[in-house]
């Protein structure tokens, strides 16, 4: 998961930052390299695809209950909400919001207007 992660956040890491991660890959302190990529693509608001951040989210799973699993569930959620960019469009009467992520193909949902008053507005 490590190396894959690092692949994929290359162009938000510096020298520096993939330095270090090597280094900790090296001394086989993954966990902590996956902390460092995510707190820069969480600094860097870059999207990951989204087979990478559901794979990531499986491994998380492991971490249950460890002391480092709230702040990397954190990260992971943060780099979650910068996956998809509701975009408000109305059309006759019903309400769209297209969720774009990353190397997917747009999604829609609609809901008629009516609906959209009784639980409040979508966009």
Same mark, same amino acid.
């Given at each position: ?60 799973? @492991? ?25 408000? /469009? ?11 992520? @990353? ?10 207007? /009516? ?9």
């Amino acid at each position: 998961m490590a190396w894959m992660l690092t692949i994929a956040a290359d162009a938000c890491l510096t020298g520096n930052e993939r330095t270090k991660v090597f280094v900790e890959l090296g001394c086989d302190e993954h966990h902590l390299a996956i902390e460092r990529i995510l707190q820069a693509i969480v600094t860097s608001r870059i999207a990951l695809p989204v087979a990478i951040s559901e794979r990531l989210a499986r491994w998380l799973d @492991v971490y249950t209950g460890s002391p480092e699993e709230p702040r990397l569930r954190k990260m992971l959620d943060e780099i979650g909400a910068q996956q998809f960019r509701p975009v408000p /469009d109305t059309v006759a009467g019903t309400k769209h919001i297209v969720c774009r992520a @990353v190397s997917d193909k747009p999604a829609v949902v609609a809901a008629r207007e /009516d609906d959209t008053q009784q639980r409040g507005n979508l966009s």
